[in-house]
């Protein structure tokens, strides 16, 4: 505190408070650097007066006065007796040859250069939703109304045929899959038709009151038409869950005209009692109140299994909002009705030579791949469906750490996929024969 020749005085406060003794000993402009040097110049005085020679001397000499962090620490620059400033810096680093500074003016002006990925690009620049932009869009007529048809590639190479799962379409449900590079490499070769259930489709106008929606059969016997229209004689079948159903019955009817099936998560029995008591109540409440919470919870169940929120964030946000803003609640509630009253698909693994039946009229018989995800609600419905299959011709695949399996491992799934195709009798990088003709 300053000092007075009779001893300390107190500061006058301001307004009654010590704002002033606070504001003078912290705040930048409580005191000049003149009157701080001042002040010290006084204390040094008072505190060497047995030697007045050297206090004078001492208090004369100029030195430079540094203020750091505005204004509230002092220090001065240390001199010899001459006169000569001290050297009380740390050392620093060895001054540059004449080498090193030649070399050191080459480098980039911009010191974030040197870790920048300018001229980085994607091999597959295309966003996410690029398919929509990617596809040829049209319109079936059906003997049960119109199906929304999305064409990906050349017509006149090998035909894949892909139907979603409940509260999807085609843009949300192969999207993510189809654009990852392995994919898109693979998919150079082929046309992929992506089916949409009626009314299904984003943006989809509400269906008419007195629309009767088509059953799971009837679902399976519409692709017919679309064989039909682009004059398909053999597909590939790829489905996921409710699609999956529908695309093992359309196998079953029409053997002749699937080559080949990639199947995830299909449930080849008819639901459960819990399944059509959760799944009635969600068609109910999608009619009268909309989209709920109970229903969207059903749904992220249906796809993520439990505990979605322990998962990718982003992705189990981004199917959450979907099912919120991007779903006909009507439609979607006519698609769950004819999900939960399908029947069996009525198929059995006959043992070869079992007198008055023949594995071909029973089971599957085109080559079938069945997959799921670990942590899927559906792993038993897989392990059924593959205990109902051909084992010569079939087979069961789980993978680690995912439900989703298209969108929370697309790699192993796309390698998987293309290992399938391949042993069907593809070559290397799923090159088609080159016989192989679409309308033969």
């Known amino acids: 505190m300053p000092q007075s020749e009779g001893g300390y005085v107190s500061l006058p406060a301001m307004n009654g408070n010590g704002s002033a003794i606070y504001q003078s000993t912290t705040e930048p402009q409580a005191a000049s650097p003149n009157s701080v040097f001042k002040s010290v110049r006084r204390a040094f005085g008072q505190a060497i007066k047995s030697s007045p020679g050297e206090s004078e001397e001492l208090v004369r000499m100029e030195r430079p006065v540094v203020i750091v962090g505005g204004g509230t620490s002092i220090y001065f620059r240390d001199r010899d007796k001459t006169g000569k400033t001290l050297n009380t810096k740390m050392p620093s680093a060895p001054t540059h040859t004449a080498e090193e500074a ?5 480098m980039p002006v911009d010191p974030m250069d040197d870790i920048e990925l300018r001229s980085v690009q994607l091999q597959f620049p295309n966003a996410r939703g690029s398919i929509l932009e990617a596809c040829e869009q049209r319109r079936m007529p059906t003997d049960k109304g119109d199906i929304h048809v999305a064409i990906q590639g050349d017509t006149s190479k090998p035909a894949i045929v892909t139907y979603h799962d409940l509260g999807l379409n085609y843009a949300t449900s192969f999207a993510g899959f189809f654009n990852y590079p392995v994919m898109r490499g693979l998919l150079e070769n082929f046309c992929v038709y992506h089916v949409t259930a009626p009314g299904q ?28 229209h682009f004059g398909l004689k053999s597909v590939i079948g790829f489905g996921v869950g409710a699609g999956a159903n529908i695309l093992a019955r359309f196998a079953h009817a029409n053997p002749d005209k699937v080559g080949a099936l990639c199947l ?9 009692w819990i399944e059509w008591g959760y799944q009635s109540f969600n068609a109910r409440f999608l009619r009268t109140k909309g989209m709920t919470q109970g229903v969207i919870d059903y749904l992220m169940w249906h796809h993520f299994g439990r505990n979605p929120e322990e998962r990718n964030h982003d992705l189990v946000q981004m199917y959450k909002q979907h099912f919120e803003r991007g779903v006909n609640p009507t439609n979607l509630a006519m698609f769950i009705n004819a999900y939960i009253h399908r029947n069996d698909l009525h198929l059995a693994r006959t043992p070869p030579g079992t007198p008055g039946a023949e594995t071909a009229a029973t089971t ?15 792993v038993e419905d897989t392990v059924t469906f593959n205990g109902r299959l051909d084992p010569t011709n079939s087979s069961w695949m789980k993978i680690s750490d995912c439900a989703m399996v298209l969108e929370e491992q697309p790699a192993k799934l796309a390698e998987a996929f293309r290992l399938f195709l391949q042993g069907e009798g593809y070559v ?8 192989w003709n679409p309308n033969e």
Request: net charge negative; with cysteine; glycine share 6%.
């Open 102 to 106: 030649h070399l050191l003016g080459t």
């Open 264 to 272: 995830i998560n299909c449930v080849s029995t008819q639901s459960g």
């Open 428 to 435: 290397k990088f799923s090159v088609p024969p080159f016989n």
């Open 364 to 378: 599957l018989k085109m080559p079938v791949i069945n997959i799921t995800g670990s942590l899927s609600p559906h």
């Open 201 to 228: 489709e984003e943006g989809a106008p509400t269906l008419p009151e007195d629309y009767v929606y088509p059953t799971m059969d009837e679902l399976a016997a519409q692709l017919l038409f679309v064989l039909s």
